[in-house]
């Protein structure tokens, strides 16, 4: 299942700022099945939205900072 494909990044109904976040979960805890990077330790995910009103930024990781 590919969670981050174009159909979720340019359909303005949906929330690819969750499912981006999703992914970045997914990869970081080693369950994103088939496209798992492998040696993730810490990844960064990013989304925006509103008419480039609204940001977010977010780094996952394995370890306590």
Avoid at 58 to 63: A, C, S
Wanted: hydrophobic share 45%.
């Amino acid at each position: 299942m590919e969670l981050l494909g174009w159909g979720a990044q340019l359909q303005p109904d949906r929330a690819s700022g969750m499912l981006r976040f999703l992914e970045v979960a997914l990869q970081v805890r080693g369950e994103a099945g088939e496209h798992q990077v492998d040696g993730v330790r810490r990844a960064l995910g990013q989304a925006y939205g509103g008419g480039s009103q609204f940001f977010a930024m977010w780094v996952l990781g394995t370890e306590k900072p």
